[in-house]
Nanobody
Framework: QVQLVESGGGLVQAGGSLRLSCAGS????????MGWYRQAPGKQRELVAS???????TYADSVKGRFTISRDSAKNTVYLQMSSLKPEDTAVYYC???????????????WGQGTQVTVSS
């Protein structure tokens, strides 16, 4: 089984910073694209940022220039450095990874349990 465990959420004032981490564990062949999604109350889950195995990154327009995604592939860990936080960044942040269980397997998407980020004004 594959597990993704997030950490680093919390309460921060507007303009502050937080760093989220997500560590993958379990038995699998490879972990390809990893990313962060968020879901605010009453809203749909949305992509915040993603990073491929080769290091190509994608960001939502709302976080460009403020958030940075990175990964340590040797540790199956992805990070999200969040700066200049705004109240509208308040949400539950979910880690996501596309995993190939065996060399011949198709990709399966896994999710973490989520971590709350609250930005006060």
């Amino acid at each position: 089984q594959v597990q993704l465990v997030e950490s680093g959420g919390g309460l921060v004032q507007a303009g502050g910073s937080l760093r989220l981490s997500c560590a993958g564990s379990g038995s699998f062949f490879s972990m390809t694209t990893m990313g962060w999604y968020r879901q605010a109350p009453g809203k749909q889950r949305e992509l915040v940022a993603s990073i491929t195995l080769g290091g190509t990154t994608t960001y939502a327009d709302s976080v460009k220039g403020r958030f940075t995604i990175s990964r340590d592939s040797a540790k199956n860990t992805v990070y999200l450095q969040m700066s200049s936080l705004k109240p509208e960044d308040t949400a539950v942040y979910y880690c996501n990874a596309e995993v190939r269980r065996y060399s011949y397997s198709s990709l399966t998407r896994y999710w973490g349990q989520g971590t709350q980020v609250t930005v006060s004004s």
